[in-house]
């Protein structure tokens, strides 16, 4: 079975300090990754997505994310956090499965920052 | 090119009702999929339409439904509406099934 897992519901940091947010995936086949972000009351932005090209893949707003096979990882980091980067982060992955590519998302990492 | 739009995008009904949920993908994409997003459940996954046809379906009772036009937009229905069907009702357009998905701005939904 496909699945995405996000380590911490919760993640603060303080404004200036380094953004780490983790997600690793299980997946029999090389998937697609993506990380979206929500803001309240809105739809979900996609931040970045890995399509198996570079492994280090730079989204919007300075954020990167490395895809790490052997880790099977997807971690995102953003160096210096700011006050608007404070928002619900997901984690998704596609993958191919017998009727098509099939999406599926993590439970989401809520990003505080502490002025 | 104009985003995936819904409408409407607050709701306000009633136990026992029953509701539509519209989305508009992006211009060219033929794959709509539908989510709903609750505090307690977290994001989860409703159905996908790919060229009017359903391809993958959730984990919801039947009380939940779908369909998609000609035009690739869709539409959403839920019936005899329920206090726990309160909720952000996400739609994601694609270009094909399973490729990158842009989604709407949600429509909110509250049962009382």
């Known amino acids: 079975a496909q699945s995405v897992t996000q380590l911490g519901s919760h993640v603060s940091v303080s404004e200036g300090a380094l953004v780490l947010l983790r997600c690793n995936y299980s997946?029999?086949?090389?998937?697609?990754l993506f990380w979206y972000v929500q803001y309240p009351n809105q739809g979900l932005q996609l931040l970045l997505k890995?399509?198996?090209?570079?492994?280090l893949v730079k989204g919007i707003n300075g954020f990167e994310a490395e895809f790490k096979k052997s880790e099977t990882s997807f971690h995102l980091t953003k160096p210096s956090a700011h006050m608007s980067d404070a928002a619900e982060y997901f984690c998704a992955v596609s993958v191919p499965t017998n009727t098509g590519n099939q999406f599926y998302f993590g439970t989401g990492t809520s990003l505080t920052v502490i002025p | 090119k104009a985003g995936v739009t819904q409408t409407p995008r607050y709701l306000i009904k009633t136990r026992g009702q029953q509701v539509t949920l519209s989305c508009s993908p992006i211009s060219g994409h033929r794959s709509v999929s539908w989510y709903q997003q609750t505090p307690g459940q977290g994001l989860q996954f409703l159905f996908e339409?790919?060229?009017?046809?359903?391809?993958n379906k959730g984990n919801f009772p039947g009380r939940f439904s779908g369909r998609q036009f000609s035009n690739s937009r869709s539409e959403m229905n839920v019936s005899t509406l329920e206090l726990g069907d309160s909720a952000l009702y996400l739609c994601?357009?694609?270009?094909?099934?399973?490729?990158?998905?842009?989604f709407g701005p949600g429509t909110r939904l509250l049962v009382l």
């Open positions: 997946s029999s086949v090389p998937p697609y």
């Open positions: 890995y399509t198996s090209a570079a492994t």
């Open positions: 994601a357009s694609s270009l094909n099934a399973g490729g990158t998905q842009y």
């Open positions: 339409y790919f060229s009017e046809t359903q391809r």
